[in-house]
């Protein structure tokens, strides 16, 4: 076996070499037109090559005589998580080849979903809306994630096969061509992967390798050992297959704070020392982003050149509950944490996290977060929305039916123009009002256990469980999907084109400051409906933001000081409800 690719099939001169980690078996076959037996070597290892079998040669593992299994490191399932594996050959003619990334400064991110993105839910349907994508102003999109998941349609957080694309959106062929246009264009591309459990449906791993798994449960199934060798190095190995053989720029790692056996050291330390390693020897600009609801200030480092053992930055959860409960007024379930939304939303602008430490009323007391007011802007992903904040809804309503135009437009001039590396969910560019529903496609009683689990969550975090859409519904899907055609018609076409000049204000103005930021010395207030904010520079100048965020006309503060206009112009004696004004003062 080879030492940096362990796992899966390895294509040889001669034929192809299956191999298995299957510590519980005692006989492992590969099954192409028959079986054929593996031969078991030191530590759980089988192996076998196969003459003549090569790209496009379809197989199974036979389990001691008792169940034929996919690949758990499958590159591809072109019948779904219970078929036969396929041998992918990931040799592609990238017309891009020249292509080394982008600064993470540059970032802004469009969030997306494959299959509801486009009436063709494909990937090569996807290709055909990234010159709109360009046009707004976006730097880079992150697709949610695509590891095999049963069913044909899911978020992708159900996936049970993690290097196998799911081919429900296309084959391996296509995805690359869509990270190949995407760079043609300038645009990176982020996937995001899930490292903290497995779907509930298709995963056999527990029948010949147990130990994956420890007796411990994560909110979505059971938790994964990296205390084991072999585990870890399926996740690490993992995570380079993506950057290597699809060319991803980066990936956005779901929810770590669910990893319940990290192991000493960490996995995410490895995973980000590999990952490390691999960028500087290809040459490449690769970042790595968390969610993580423990908002661990100190994995982050969006500064060095490959985040050696670290991050280059986190989703920021409380920037975006602070503008939810302020534009909605809404305060059940997680947003209870964030009735100061004003305080909130200010600590957010001026020092990354809200919570650094202090006890969380939703969490029953306990304490949460580190302090971050230590780190640079640019280690916080800030967002209005995303597929959580908008699927994690009974009804998966957007803002844009949640909250009044003009207060939305004010929450957008400051999210993207502040110094934070901004994300959008698709569509919000336009102001979509089309739903994102959870949605999956489940037979049997797991299908009727999602069901029931939707009604008890939504009874007893928000006392909202009538009328929620059927998460197995095709209809429910659909209702996902973007009307493209909406960019036309007004309100939409009005809100696409503030978008646009306000990510024109931010590559022109703003991106270019955000390497002479200096850390630790962020300051935003709120009082009395305006937000203040400042930035310094460290040629002496400063990045400020001035809001009036309230319904009525507000003074302009007297000690405000103004600079050169990136947004709105000079502000007026008297602010003007929901007005929002970016400068850079002299020096």
Known sequence: MTADRRFGPLITPTG?????????????????DRPQEMIALPHG???????????????????????????????????????????????YAWTSRNWSGRPWH??????LHVGAFTREGSYRGAIDKLDHLVDAGFTAIELMPLSDFAGRWNWGYDGVLPFAPDSSYGRPDDLKALV???????????????????????????????????AANTPWGSAIDYRVPQVRAFAIENALAWLRDYRFDGLRLDAVHAIVEPGVPSVLADLSLA???????????????????????????????????KYRAQ???????????????????????????????????????????????????????????????TAFVNFLQNHDQIGNRARGERLTVLAQPAALAAALAVTLLAPMPPLMF???????????????????????????????????????????????????????????????????????????????????????????????????????????AAWPLRDGRTLTLLANLADLTAARPRDHKNGTPVWGGPPPQDLPPWSVYWAIGAA
């Open 16 to 32: 192809v070499m299956f191999r298995l980690w299957a510590p519980a078996a005692r006989r492992v076959a590969v099954v192409i």
């Open 45 to 91: 290892w089988f192996e076998l090559e196969v003459a003549g079998a090569g790209a496009g040669t379809r197989y199974r593992f036979r389990i001691d005589d008792d169940i034929e299994v996919p690949d758990p490191a499958s590159a591809f399932q072109p019948q779904d998580v219970h078929g036969p594996s396929e041998v992918v050959d990931h040799a």
């Open 106 to 111: 540059e970032c802004v991110l469009l969030e």
């Open 180 to 214: 190949d246009a995407a760079h043609q264009r300038g645009l990176m591309v982020f996937l995001d992967v899930v490292y903290n459990h497995f779907g509930p449906e298709g995963n056999y791993l527990g029948r010949y390798a147990p130990g994956f798994f420890t």
């Open 275 to 309: 990952v490390g390693g691999f960028a500087q020897a290809s040459g490449r600009q690769i970042h790595l982003v968390l969610e993580n609801d423990d908002n661990q200030a100190s994995l982050l480092d969006p500064l060095a050149t490959s985040a050696p053992g």
């Open 315 to 377: 989703w920021n959860d409380d920037y975006h509950h602070a503008w939810h409960v302020l534009l909605t007024a809404e305060a059940a379930g997680y947003y209870r944490d964030y009735r100061q939304a004003p305080r909130h939303l200010a600590r957010t602008l001026a020092e990354g996290f809200a919570y650094q430490g202090e006890p969380s009323e939703h969490r029953k007391g306990a304490v949460r977060g580190e302090p971050s007011g230590g780190l640079p802007a």
């Open 426 to 532: 698709m569509g919000e560019e336009w102001g979509s009002l089309r739903p994102f529903p959870f949605f999956c496609d489940f037979g049997g009683d797991l299908a009727q256990a999602v069901r029931n689990g939707r009604k008890a969550e939504f009874a007893d975090a928000f006392g909202d469980a009538q009328d929620i859409p059927d998460a197995l519904s095709r209809d429910t899907f659909r209702s996902a999907v973007l009307d493209w055609d909406a960019r036309a018609r007004p309100p939409h076409r009005e809100r696409l084109d503030l978008v646009r000049r306000l990510l024109a204000a931010r590559a022109a103005a703003i991106v270019p400051l955000l390497p002479q930021l200096q850390a630790r010395k962020g300051k935003a207030c709120y009082a009395r409906g305006i937000l203040t």
